[in-house]
Each structure stands twice: as C-alpha cells, then as structure tokens.
C-alpha cells in the first residue's frame, strides 16, 4: 500500500464523526451510565473528539492516552480551542505500560483500533490494573463475525487491524481480570464503517490529499470494507467491570 496513514487519519476518513463516531460514543454512555464527575480512561483517544465529547456532554474529567504524537498535539489543541483543557488531558504513552497509578478510574474506554501493534491482552490488563474495584471497562474490538481468508487477514494487519474472534476477545478480558461480560455490536446496523465512495474520497483528500487518495482507493482499504459490508468483519463493544483487588 502507498504511504501508510495513522490509524487516526484513517480512522478519520473511516468514521466521520457525525455519521458514524458520535452514534458509537452515545451507545457506549448508555451502557456505562456514567455520572458527572467521574475519572474516565480514554486509551486510544486518537485525536481527541471522543474524549472531549465525553468531557462535554457527561461533566467528565477524562485522561486521553494514545502512542502517536501527532494526534495528541491535534487533542490537546483541539481541547485549548473548546475550552475543555480543565477537563481532558492527552498524554502520549504505550498502551501496554500506562503512567497512572494503580485504582484511580472510576470508567476505562479502549479503541482497540488506535492501538497497532499492541498485544490486546497486555492492554487489558494495564487497564484492569489503573481501574478500581468493580469499575466498568468497555473495550472496542475488531472481531471476526465469520471465517476470513489469510488474504483478507493480511490485508487488514497491513493497515494495523488485527481482529480476533469475539470468543479470543472475551478469553483475554477474563484473564485480564474483567468480569460480568456482554457483547454487542457497536453499530446496531452493521455501519461502523461510513458508506458510500464520495464522502470518503473526500476526507481522504481533505487528510492526506494524494495520499489519503491512495489510501481510500488502496486494495486493503476496499477489502476492509467489503468485509465489514459483508458483516465478516464487525466493531464489537465488550462491556465489563473489573474485578475485586487483583493481588496487588
């Protein structure tokens, strides 16, 4: 593939917020029910719009994680412009060693799609670690619906996407420590990729110009949305709560 894009551009081009992103985040609060007030963990907060929404809309204070510096210098200007920097802060860190001290959030939230290259246990269980007691975590996972070949597999790693079944996701939330787990999809209409080829040729153009051009129009990008058309391929929501004291 050309010059590989950020997950966040690409999610961007991806996921508009309006039509797709925003949907996503007001089911996640539903199935939180967070409370104003509340330390939200936000790992893989790319560049900042869920995390500020969050801040906004539930009275928050939520602490963005991700690794690529560029999206949090985007985040935390973002947050200057909104007025929001009291209440969200963005810090670049790897996902599986994150700089908080252990039961100090009340709510954890994980876009695994941010997270390329990360080992998705590893992730969890720094997340169960930095949570309290009993807190909810909600973790957003690509998941294999049905059987995909090695093909389309390696197409999707080369764009950083590395699904697992909903059953190998769940497995490594149990280990993690979380408990009391349900699953459901994050669009209840399958969309959690926007359709239609105008509108993401245009955010391709408008991120990257020729290069998020290429990318929308790329082999791998058309094989991650026939998957996800073809509902082979989903974004799963997997809800918890961390369990009692884990040893520490």
Same mark, same amino acid.
């Given at each position: 593939?050309?010059?590989?894009?950020?997950?966040?551009?690409?999610?961007?081009?991806?996921?508009?917020?309006? *039509?797709?992103?925003?949907?996503?985040?007001?089911?996640?609060?539903?199935?939180? #029910?967070?409370?104003?007030?509340?330390?939200?963990?936000?790992?893989?907060?790319?560049?900042?719009?869920?995390? &500020?929404?969050?801040?906004?809309?539930?009275?928050?204070?939520?602490?963005?994680?991700?690794?690529?510096?560029?999206?949090?210098?985007?985040?935390?200007?973002?947050?200057?412009?909104?007025?929001?920097?009291?209440?969200?802060?963005?810090?670049?860190?790897?996902?599986?060693?994150?700089?908080?001290?252990?039961?100090?959030?009340?709510?954890?939230?994980?876009?695994?799609?941010?997270?390329?290259?990360?080992?998705?246990?590893?992730?969890?269980? *720094?997340?169960?670690?930095?949570?309290?007691?009993?807190?909810?975590?909600?973790?957003?996972?690509?998941?294999? &619906?049905?059987?995909? %070949? %090695?093909?389309?597999? $390696?197409?999707? @790693?080369?764009?950083?996407?590395?699904?697992?079944?909903?059953?190998?996701?769940?497995?490594?939330?149990?280990?993690?420590?979380?408990?009391?787990?349900?699953?459901?999809?994050?669009? @209840? %209409?399958?969309?959690?990729?926007?359709? #239609?080829?105008?509108? &993401?040729?245009? @955010?391709?153009?408008?991120?990257?110009?020729?290069?998020?051009?290429?990318?929308?129009?790329?082999?791998?990008?058309?094989? &991650? @949305?026939?998957?996800?058309?073809?509902?082979?391929?989903?974004?799963?929501?997997?809800?918890?709560?961390?369990?009692? %004291?884990?040893? $520490?």
């Amino acid at each position: 593939m050309p010059r590989r894009l950020s997950p966040t551009t690409l999610l961007a081009i991806l996921q508009p917020w309006a *039509e797709v992103n925003e949907p996503i985040n007001r089911r996640l609060g539903q199935l939180i #029910g967070v409370e104003s007030g509340q330390e939200v963990l936000w790992v893989g907060s790319g560049s900042g719009a869920a995390a &500020l929404w969050w801040a906004k809309r539930f009275q928050t204070h939520v602490a963005g994680i991700d690794p690529d510096p560029r999206a949090i210098e985007t985040a935390e200007r973002t947050a200057r412009a909104a007025g929001l920097s009291g209440s969200v802060t963005f810090q670049r860190a790897n996902a599986e060693d994150l700089p908080h001290e252990r039961q100090v959030f009340d709510v954890a939230i994980v876009q695994m799609l941010q997270l390329p290259g990360t080992d998705g246990g590893k992730v969890l269980r *720094e997340v169960a670690r930095v949570t309290r007691p009993m807190s909810p975590v909600v973790v957003l996972v690509p998941s294999w &619906l049905s059987a995909a %070949d %090695d093909e389309a597999a $390696a197409a999707l @790693r080369t764009l950083g996407i590395a699904p697992r079944l909903l059953v190998e996701w769940k497995s490594a939330c149990r280990e993690a420590g979380l408990v009391e787990l349900a699953v459901e999809n994050a669009s @209840r %209409d399958g969309g959690w990729i926007a359709a #239609g080829w105008v509108g &993401l040729l245009l @955010r391709g153009w408008r991120a990257a110009r020729w290069a998020g051009l290429r990318t929308v129009l790329s082999r791998e990008v058309r094989t &991650l @949305r026939s998957l996800a058309l073809a509902r082979t391929l989903g974004l799963s929501i997997i809800k918890g709560h961390r369990w009692q %004291d884990q040893g $520490a």
